[in-house]
């Protein structure tokens, strides 16, 4: 096995029926020796290399939402969004937030968190 095809990822789902397919073949490059049965799948390993780089900063910055927006070089609201993306990719929802108060929203203005068109969106959802 070259190292080429260590790079490439398998399918997720069965190209015939669509279906989620399932590990059953695991083989060494070293020595070839290969094993069959029925094995769990990671739900990191379908994330892309992009994900996976955003997955680390934020696991290496001890969950420091300021450093993931620093390391992406965009905005908070950008990084928590595409944070939250990559949380919904592995089956990690978000908790419904309640409706922020108007001074919570003056806040997150004030800190650069959301802009002004996303907060009075929230104000008319409200």
């Known amino acids: 096995?070259?190292?080429?095809?260590?790079?490439?990822?398998?399918?997720?789902?069965?190209?015939?029926?669509s279906e989620k397919l399932a590990l059953t073949r695991l083989?060494?490059?070293?020595?070839?020796?290969e094993l069959s049965g029925a094995f769990a799948t990671c739900e990191f390993c379908a994330l892309s290399d992009d994900?996976?780089?955003?997955?680390?900063?934020f696991l290496a910055s001890r969950g420091n939402m300021k450093e993931?927006?620093?390391?992406?070089?965009?905005?908070?609201?950008t990084a928590r969004a595409?944070?939250?993306?990559?949380?919904?990719?592995i089956g990690i929802e978000r908790p419904a937030q309640p409706a922020a108060s108007r001074i919570e929203l003056m806040d997150q203005v004030a800190r650069g968190e959301?802009?002004?068109?996303?907060?009075?969106a929230r104000l008319e959802t409200t």
Do not use: Q, W
Request: with cysteine; glycine share 4%.
């Open 114 to 120: 959301i802009d002004i068109d996303t907060a009075l």
């Open 27 to 33: 083989a060494c490059p070293a020595c070839s020796t």
């Open 68 to 77: 993931l927006e620093r390391h992406l070089g965009v905005s908070y609201p």
């Open 1 to 17: 096995m070259t190292g080429r095809n260590l790079d490439r990822r398998p399918p997720l789902n069965c190209p015939v029926c």
């Open 51 to 57: 994900d996976r780089e955003v997955l680390r900063v």
């Open 82 to 89: 595409r944070f939250d993306a990559l949380l919904a990719k």
